[in-house]
């Protein structure tokens, strides 16, 4: 039974009781107030991340770089925990930056204000929510005979003409729910496979929590040689996983949400950057802007010549709202057309694009597209096409 499409319309663009936060080199006096044995006088917002810990309002705090300092007198644990950040060897991914999340969302504003008041705080920022949101029941598997995919690029063309060259040794990164590593098709195809945090705290595991990314991820390099998909390269994968093994209900939609870690997703897309993925794909998104931290990490991706695809969502009924991070300037969005698609909810709205040029890359012929509304739209095409 294929899995229906979830409207994200009704669900929350930004997590709950969360906040990003990067502190400034003003926020010594924060690594002073927990190394010394003298009392420091805190800024403004520091003083309110201190009183909130004290009322016990502070969940946890978690810092986004690995690298920690330790200090010989260690005070509240969340006021350590972003002392431990503030001295982080400043330029370093993540250096400086921690996640916020507190027991109550009434208390967020009110702190979200203040820290923005505070000169020890470079940003802060509530944190967007990525879904990969699908209702019970499991997908069918295509016949063999339906390799649409291939026929719509030309596969077998490109694989004849002279000078072509297969994407072995091309990294492709897949920021997805998982991978089987034992699938009979992805064997070798799968380079590295990340699944964990040091600092996560929730459960993880190293299994494949829907199938989603190993089907992400035969559609990219599957052998074809058990199941009868074929991939449309022999690329090396890096599979990031970006879900915890643990789902929400949410009432609105009558449905568990398996929603993005934003812990695991941003250091993942910081493996991307350290690792030098020639393309990223990222098969999943949200209707929330992004914070400062993501955007500079697609940022420094695009400028690194990493080529980055994005879904731009399922939800042409709900009005096709804007999708991040496939809307990120220099993201390449990919969106059903409406004319081939047999399921209205699978439909994304008519983008306005046009070729720039022809072009080769990673060994197939593609074409460089501009579009009007974001940076670049890929159409499929094909009786289960699907953004």
Not at 247 to 272: E, K, M, N, S
Not at 290 to 310: C, I, M, N, S
Not at 354 to 360: K, L, P, T
Not at 377 to 385: E, F, I, K, T, V
């Amino acid at each position: 039974m294929r899995q229906a499409a979830l409207e994200t319309a009704h669900l929350p663009e930004y997590h709950e009781r969360l906040v990003i936060v990067k502190l400034a080199a003003s926020a010594f006096a924060l690594r002073m107030a927990v190394g010394s044995s003298e009392g420091v006088a805190l800024s403004v917002g520091l003083e309110a991340i201190q009183t909130l810990e004290r009322s016990g309002r502070i969940k946890r705090v978690i810092p986004l770089a690995q690298e920690t300092v330790q200090f010989s007198r260690p005070s509240h644990a969340a006021t350590e925990t972003l002392a431990r950040v503030a001295a982080q060897q400043p330029g370093a991914p993540g250096a400086g930056i921690a996640l916020l999340e507190l027991t109550s969302e009434k208390d967020l504003p009110d702190l979200q204000r203040r820290l923005g008041d505070d000169t020890s705080i470079e940003f802060v920022a509530r944190v967007p929510v990525r879904y990969l949101a699908v209702r019970t029941g499991t997908a069918a598997p295509l016949p063999p005979m339906l390799m649409w995919n291939a026929l719509r690029i030309r596969l077998s063309e490109a694989r004849g003409l002279s000078g072509f060259k297969e994407a072995t040794e091309v990294k492709v990164a897949v920021l997805d729910s998982g991978v089987d590593v034992e699938h009979p098709d992805l064997q070798s195809r799968v380079r590295q496979y990340a699944y964990d945090h040091p600092f996560f705290p929730g459960s993880l595991s190293d299994r494949d929590i829907v199938g989603h990314g190993t089907h992400v991820a035969g559609i990219i390099a599957a052998r074809g040689q058990n199941v009868g998909t074929e991939g449309i390269c022999q690329c090396a994968l890096h599979v990031c996983k970006v879900f915890s093994d643990d789902t929400c209900f949410h009432p609105w939609a009558g449905a568990f949400i398996y929603v993005v870690d934003p812990v695991l997703y941003l250091q993942a897309l910081r493996y991307c950057l350290d690792e030098k993925m020639e393309v990223l794909n990222l098969s999943l998104g949200g209707r929330g802007k992004p914070d400062p931290y993501e955007l500079e990490l697609f940022r420094l991706l695009l400028t690194t010549d990493t080529t980055v695809v994005a879904a731009i969502g399922n939800e042409r009924q709900a009005g096709s709202p804007t999708y991040y991070p496939a809307a990120i300037e220099g993201v390449i969005a990919v969106a059903p057309p409406r004319s081939t698609i047999p399921w209205p909810t699978f439909q994304a709205a008519d983008l306005t694009f046009r070729c720039v040029r022809r072009e080769w890359r990673y060994g197939l012929p593609c074409l460089r597209i501009r579009a009007k509304r974001i940076s670049g739209c890929l159409r499929a095409r094909g009786p289960m096409g699907r953004g």
